[in-house]
């Protein structure tokens, strides 16, 4: 394969009321509006485009490992634990459903949440090296 994909452009989250979701994620996220219709919502947010698709209830972008443990399909990186453990106070502020800060035997420090829908996020305290040096952080 001579070519190679480039980047993650989109992530589609399933949710049951994209103007509610779509306010909460502006609200609690800061995400912000590219375009809006009867079925989805653009927002863009942590430097990649997101679709809110409305979907059919209990749908949601978790799935169950082997052990039967409920799982996350994103984590987002923040720069350095100072800041997971702000967000984490500005999520519980904001009454957003989140976890403990947790080690789990890797470097840095994650904790999860949740969004209106259930769908399971992580965030991370480790910020990818590659794009600290691309963004001069």
Not at 5 to 10: F, I, Q, S
Request: hydrophobic letters at 40%; charged letters at 25%.
């Amino acid at each position: 394969m001579k070519e190679k994909l480039l980047r993650v452009g989109t992530t589609y989250i399933p949710v049951t009321n994209v103007e509610l979701s779509l306010n909460w994620y502006v609200n609690k996220l800061g995400a912000e509006l590219n375009f809006k219709d009867e079925d989805k919502a653009i927002i863009n947010f942590a430097n990649q485009s997101f679709f809110l698709v409305k979907s059919q209830d209990n749908q949601t972008l978790n799935f169950f490992d082997f052990h039967g443990e409920e799982r996350f399909s994103i984590t987002f990186e923040v720069n350095g634990l100072h800041v997971l453990e702000s967000i984490h106070s500005e999520f519980i502020e904001k009454e957003i459903l989140v976890g403990e800060i947790e080690n789990r035997g890797h470097a840095g420090k994650n904790f999860v949440f949740y969004d209106l829908d259930g769908n399971k996020f992580d965030a991370w305290s480790e910020l990818s090296p590659i794009f600290k040096e691309k963004y001069l952080i």
